[in-house]
Nanobody, 126 residues
Framework: DVQLQASGGGLVQAGGSLRLSCRVS????????ICWFRQATGKERERVSC????????YYTDSVKGRFTISSDNAENTVYLQMNSLKLEDTAVYYC???????????????????WGEGTQVTVSS
């Protein structure tokens, strides 16, 4: 049974940091690309960052480059999103999702994700 469990959200002041965790079960991280998405109230869902641990490849949307870092711990079956220098506009519900690496590294752009986890709320205050 495939599951993705996101955690680590919370309330933080602008300029602060949070680390989100996405613990997966039912598959191995080597075989999947894991992405973090976010959706702010009234806005469309946005792809934030993705990682393939087996390809040592990462992706970041422009607005988080230099502030967010995605990483994986295959032994723990967990993907992390370290978020530094948080801004008000980073406020959103953050979701982790998975897509098979068998479709290629670009699959997360070309296709819908295969599996989704529940979201975790990140609120950045002034």
């Amino acid at each position: 049974d495939v599951q993705l469990q996101a955690s680590g959200g919370g309330l933080v002041q602008a300029g602060g940091s949070l680390r989100l965790s996405c613990r997966v079960s039912g598959f191995t991280l080597d075989d999947y690309i894991i992405c973090w998405f976010r959706q702010a109230t009234g806005k469309e869902r946005e792809r934030v960052s993705c990682i393939s641990s087996s390809k040592s490849a990462t992706y970041y949307t422009d607005s988080v480059k230099g502030r967010f870092t995605i990483s994986s711990d295959n032994a723990e079956n967990t993907v992390y999103l370290q978020m530094n220098s948080l801004k008000l506009e980073d406020t959103a519900v953050y979701y982790c999702a998975a897509i098979s690496l068998g479709r290629g590294w670009g699959a997360f752009i070309l296709h819908d994700m295969d599996f989704w986890g529940e979201g975790t709320q990140v609120t950045v205050s002034s």
